[in-house]
């Protein structure tokens, strides 16, 4: 079992940053991929980044590339997404995920987080 805890949400103003963190507890950190996750109200779930076991390859959904970016300490069993430029659309709940081998399926993802909320204004 990995347990993990999201945070770093808030309310931010369009154009702004924030920095979101999920901390892993549990089975070892580093033996698994990690992904960040978001859900807008009424939208479904859509993938944002991913990370492999040790930071060598990475993932971007298309439209963030150049504003979002992820990384991993995996001696803090803990990944951060860092997003920048923020936009109104950006609006919703971020969840990390944890899985042996995935990419960008949320499918094959195996633990989830609650979830934390980010809010861009105008």
């Known amino acids: 079992q990995v347990q993990l805890v999201e945070s770093g949400g808030g309310l931010v103003q369009r154009g702004g940053s924030l920095r979101l963190s999920c901390s892993a507890s549990g089975r070892t950190f580093s033996s698994y991929t990690m992904g960040w996750f978001r859900q807008g109200l009424g939208k479904e779930r859509e993938f944002v980044a991913a990370?492999?076991?040790?930071?060598?390859?990475?993932a971007y959904a298309d439209a963030l590339k150049g504003r979002f970016a992820i990384s991993r300490d995996n001696a803090k069993s803990t990944v951060y997404l860092e997003m920048n430029n923020l936009k109104l659309e950006d609006t919703a709940v971020y969840s990390c995920?944890?899985?042996?081998?995935?990419?960008?399926?949320?499918?094959?993802?195996?633990?989830w987080g609650q979830g934390t909320q980010v809010t861009v204004s105008s």
């Open positions: 995920a944890a899985a042996r081998n995935a990419n960008t399926r949320e499918a094959d993802y195996d633990y």
């Open positions: 990370i492999s076991r040790s930071g060598d390859y990475i």
